[in-house]
């Protein structure tokens, strides 16, 4: 089993940084391909980033490409999204999500790809 746990989570003024992380354990990190989702108030659960097992290739939904940076450090097997000029309709839960499939290097954005899920962080950014 794998374990994910996020922090970092908060409340931002627009136009302000967050960086959130997510450590996992439970198994060997490299092996696993990790994303970042979020979830708004009364809207479905939604593809932020993902990165690959060695981080050499990151993927973003279009809506946060240029403002969110994610990475990975697998010595310390913690995950991170780095969020700048943050906007309103950044706010959401943040979820850290894993992946032990082959599969999720092709559909990156698809929730069904990942295994793993952690509790959520809230992230709100006041206007």
């Known amino acids: 089993q794998v374990q994910l746990v996020e922090s970092g989570g908060g409340l931002v003024q627009a136009g302000h940084s967050l960086r959130l992380s997510c450590a996992a354990s439970g198994r060997t990190f490299k092996t696993l391909f990790m994303g970042w989702f979020r979830q708004a108030p009364g809207k479905e659960r939604e593809f932020v980033a993902a990165v690959s097992w060695s981080g050499s290739s990151t993927y973003y939904a279009d809506s946060v490409k240029g403002r969110f940076t994610i990475s990975r450090d697998n010595a310390k097997n913690t995950v991170y999204l780095q969020m700048n000029s943050l906007k309103p309709e950044d706010t959401a839960v943040y979820y850290c999500?894993?992946?032990?499939?082959?599969?999720?290097?092709?559909?990156?954005?698809?929730?069904?790809?990942?295994?793993?899920w952690g509790q959520g962080t809230q992230v709100t950014v006041s206007s």
């Open positions: 999500a894993a992946s032990t499939l082959i599969t999720v290097v092709r559909d990156t954005f698809i929730q069904g790809q990942y295994d793993y």
